[in-house]
């Protein structure tokens, strides 16, 4: 018997949930971090009462951390 549109929905529904959760973990994880948000490469740029934070060095860290970590996970599911 085929499962229902409906339960593929759900299932899809209940991934993205926890997903938004882990992902909120993480970021509040982050926000702890004393370093994270203040590397060589962010650049901040304020004038009166206009502030632009470009976190260009941290962006960068997290890709190259992100990357190795999802390399890892799908050498080891493979």
Do not use: C
């Amino acid at each position: 018997m085929e499962p229902s549109p409906l339960s593929d929905i759900a299932r899809i529904l209940i991934y993205t949930g926890v997903g938004f959760i882990l992902m909120g973990a993480l970021l509040f994880l982050f926000s702890k971090l004393p370093a994270l948000g203040h590397l060589p490469g962010d650049i901040v740029w304020e004038r009166g009462n206009v502030r632009v934070y470009i976190p260009l060095g941290t962006m960068l860290l997290l890709s190259i951390i992100l990357t190795i970590v999802l390399n890892l996970l799908a050498r080891l599911f493979q």
